[in-house]
């Protein structure tokens, strides 16, 4: 296990280096996630490239910080953990809040970011009665009481019907995420807004979302895409809010395509 005090919190991260000259790919997390859920990607992807996964601030084996947080708090975590790795011009993928991230880290650090794959996310997400009444349920009643919800958004019916015991996993790494993490990283998404920034892209983008996508639908993902000049859009079939888990193939063949053409 690695780990780096980056601006006085503690994070937890791995970096597998394929050596000098091949492409560098940056995964951020969702929500309630730790950088486990790119596993399948990674697989398949460390023989060719190098690959920097980390735990938020609050989640995983990475420190609380000092909740509740801003959306910069996190880019500044990942800004500082390259600097930190001296690693720059990632193909950055970021998963809902990740994806926030990853914008944000191309609009403070344009070059630490030569391409965005924007899974499951938008330059907005969600509204604040939405976040307020997450946050609450939370802070009164503890990571249980979302459990339920959030796996019938993150996860097709095909997935709860056949794969039960992966399922029982993200169960438990969502009810194990610290409920002052979950509450700062919400408070986080509910305050951070990109759409104005969205037009000032000027990398290799493209946006991507399970069709049955609970937490951030397609038409979301889809206006986010509109806002960025040039930026590609994709549906990924037989699919939740976390496509890299259920359909890793299809994240697989996003991230060589966007590698072979930035």
């Known amino acids: 296990m690695k780990f780096a005090t980056i601006n006085g919190t503690s994070i937890h991260y791995q970096f597998e280096d394929a050596g000098v000259g091949n492409p560098l790919i940056v995964f951020s997390n969702s929500l309630a996630t730790d950088f486990r859920i790119w596993q399948d990607c990674v697989d398949e992807l460390s023989a060719d490239y190098s690959i920097l996964r980390y735990d938020k601030r609050g989640h995983g084996l990475s420190g609380l910080g000092s909740p509740p947080y801003k959306i910069a708090d996190h880019i500044n975590d990942l800004v500082g953990l390259m600097d930190y790795l001296k690693l ?37 997400i969600g509204n604040t009665d939405m976040w307020n009444d997450r946050i609450n349920i939370a802070r009164d009643d503890g990571m249980g009481a979302l459990v339920d919800a959030n796996m019938q958004r993150w996860f097709s019916p095909t997935f709860h019907k056949e794969c039960t015991t992966e399922l029982q996993g993200f169960i438990a790494m969502f009810t194990r995420t610290p409920v002052e993490g979950y509450i700062g990283t919400s408070i986080a998404i509910r305050d951070a807004d990109f759409r104005e920034q969205a037009a000032n892209i000027s990398v290799p983008t493209i ?32 699919a939740g809010h976390i496509p890299c888990a259920e359909q890793p193939a299809a994240i697989i063949k996003i991230i060589r395509n966007m590698v072979a053409s930035s």
């Open 88 to 124: 720059s011009g990632a193909v950055v993928v970021g998963l809902s809040v990740g994806g926030l991230i990853a914008q944000g880290l191309y609009h403070a650090r344009p070059d630490l970011a030569k391409a965005l794959i924007l899974c499951d996310t938008a330059a907005k």
């Open 207 to 238: 946006c991507v979302v399970g069709d049955q996508d609970g937490a951030t639908p397609p038409n979301l993902v889809s206006d986010t895409a509109n806002m960025i000049p040039g930026a590609k859009f994709e549906i990924i079939k037989d």
